[in-house]
């Protein structure tokens, strides 16, 4: 009706979408109850990607009038997964890879910030690299990326183009720390095994 797609095979909680334009929710994806999804220019949601419960996904009014065409989007990839208790600020774009995995509670992602030099609100989007976990309680700034088969440690404060993947990235700000391996960073299903 919305001109929305939604797969048959999804499961899509009770949820509050607020001035959304354009959704996709892919196949065996599932989205958890009491989500909220504001002013979001698009809402893709890849195929057996999971949304846990009481996240926020919300984008600034005006951004979506300014900018470029990533601005007010979400995507999460195939596999990929944001569990619960997340607040994702969509303005400038919020990218999660395939397989990627925003992890635990009370992560923060910002894409939006204030000059103080122009005197000017800016945006900026994020990227979160395919196959890449991020521990509870990170803050993740504007323009960060994130690169693929890294692990954020929780508490981290992460900002711009991290360079070196198969890391383990920790602190304020987050430096490599470390190389990491595992089975979690190769997996061929999104899930993680209880």
Do not use: K
């Amino acid at each position: 009706m919305l001109g929305w797609y939604v797969h048959p095979t999804a499961v899509v909680g009770v949820s509050l979408f607020v001035g959304v334009g354009h959704v996709h929710i892919g196949e065996g994806a599932r989205l958890g109850h009491f989500n909220v999804f504001r002013n979001l220019r698009s809402v893709s949601v890849g195929d057996h990607a999971e949304i846990g419960q009481f996240n926020w996904f919300s984008a600034g009014q005006p951004f979506l009038e300014r900018g470029n065409e990533h601005n007010g989007q979400l995507r999460i990839g195939a596999h990929g997964a944001v569990t619960s208790r997340h607040y994702i600020d969509c303005s400038g774009g919020v990218e999660i890879g395939d397989f990627a995995l925003l992890a635990g509670v009370r992560s923060v992602v910002l894409t939006h910030f204030i000059d103080v030099v122009a005197n000017r609100q800016r945006v900026a989007g994020v990227r979160v690299g395919d196959r890449t976990i991020v521990s509870s309680n990170v803050t993740i700034l504007p323009g960060t990326e994130i690169p693929p088969r890294s692990q954020v440690a929780a508490g981290a404060v992460v900002r711009g183009t991290l360079q070196e993947p198969r890391c383990l990235y920790a602190g304020v700000p987050a430096n490599p720390v470390r190389e990491v391996s595992g089975r979690f960073f190769d997996r061929t299903v999104g899930h993680v095994d209880p």
